[in-house]
């Protein structure tokens, strides 16, 4: 599974499709601009709303529900890069 730091994911934002998998009221505290917000545990009812040709960046709170989303992702077929040290390492700005 490749990953980025969050600089890296800061750094190339524009480039990127971020899926943030925190839960409402973590999301709520503020995220990455542009995110969708898509909670891990509703992330395989929804994975009919994520397009196969596009490359997904996983965030969560510190890299660990985000790692398990890009795994189950990546089984089924979706490109995807997880963002290491989640939201506790960001440092840009947030919506």
């Avoid at 480039?15 to 409402?24: F, M, Q, Y």
């Amino acid at each position: 599974m490749k990953q980025m730091t969050a600089k890296e994911v800061e750094a190339t934002l524009n480039d990127l499709t971020v899926i943030d998998v925190r839960e409402p009221d973590e999301t709520a505290a503020g995220k990455i601009p542009g995110a969708m917000t898509i909670p891990l545990g509703l992330l395989e009812f929804r994975m009919h709303e994520l397009d196969k040709t596009k490359e997904y960046t996983m965030v969560c709170r510190s890299g660990g529900r985000s790692g398990r989303a890009a795994q189950f992702l990546e089984s089924q077929g979706f490109k995807v890069i997880n963002m290491t040290g989640g939201m506790l390492e960001w440092e840009g700005k947030t919506e």
